[in-house]
């Protein structure tokens, strides 16, 4: 069974540059979460999608980052303009169902973003 | 709000030493416990994963179990070896999605 897909692995920009990473979840998971890692920390939830429709964005900053899931299955997240403090890795997450937030959630590899 | 405390890193071990990283969590209701695994220019993979009180979680020789008693859920390892060299996150779900401790880098020599 594939894994969850993300690209780019790497980017690098300047600040108040746009960039949008992509995730392709496993299959059949109808949940796909986005999170950001800033180096030292654990992972923060920053939206979670239950197929088309979002379910928790509220720690999402909705004033530059924006993330969609247009046909239910892959998912794009984008960041406009960028900040220094946006430098993380940013990891994608499926699982199957999300009546159960127990559920066991399968993570990409992520991408790292740089902010120059 | 729900919160997992893990012990600070970095963690330096021989070869074939035993390994304890503490977990300790505070939630609401009844949360499953989890551990993740973040190998070297990898992302995080579920290590175990135990969903009531006094489950035990295991692979891989890891071990943990869930002490609602002492809201803990240390991993354990017997004999680590080189190739479990890795960041290992605590993690915890009740009504919100996984909340993770800042993780703890384990470093194994030979």
């Known amino acids: 069974e594939a894994g969850v897909a993300q690209s780019p692995r790497y980017k690098i920009i300047e600040k108040r540059q746009s960039v949008a990473f992509w995730c392709n979840p496993i299959?059949?998971?109808?949940?796909l979460y986005w999170y950001q890692q800033i180096l030292g920390q654990g992972p923060k939830l920053l939206i979670q999608?239950?197929?088309?429709?979002?379910?928790?964005d509220s720690q999402l900053p909705k004033d530059r980052f924006s993330a969609e899931r247009l046909k239910g299955v892959d998912s794009t997240l984008k960041i406009q303009p960028a900040k220094l403090e946006d430098s993380a890795v940013y990891l994608c997450?499926?699982?199957?169902?999300?009546?159960?937030?127990?559920?066991?959630?399968?993570f990409g590899p992520g991408t790292r973003l740089l902010v120059l | 709000g729900d919160s997992v405390t893990q012990m600070e890193g970095p963690v330096t071990l021989s070869e074939e030493a035993f390994l304890t990283i503490n977990c300790t969590y505070t939630?609401?209701?009844?949360?499953?416990l989890f551990w993740y695994v973040q190998y070297p220019g990898e992302g995080l993979q579920l290590l175990l994963k135990?969903?009531?009180?006094?489950d035990k979680g295991s692979n891989k020789g890891f071990e943990a179990t869930y002490r609602k008693e002492t809201t803990s859920f240390h991993l354990e390892k017997g004999s680590v070896q080189v190739s479990d060299s890795a960041v290992y996150f605590c993690?915890?779900?009740?009504?919100?999605?996984?909340?993770f401790g800042k993780g703890t880098r384990l470093s194994v020599i030979a």
């Open positions: 299959s059949g998971h109808a949940t």
């Open positions: 939630a609401t209701g009844y949360p499953s």
């Open positions: 997450a499926s699982s199957l169902w999300a009546a159960s937030l127990k559920e066991t959630q399968y």
């Open positions: 993690a915890l779900s009740s009504d919100t999605p996984l909340v």
């Open positions: 135990a969903t009531k009180a006094d």
């Open positions: 999608f239950q197929n088309n429709g979002v379910v928790d």
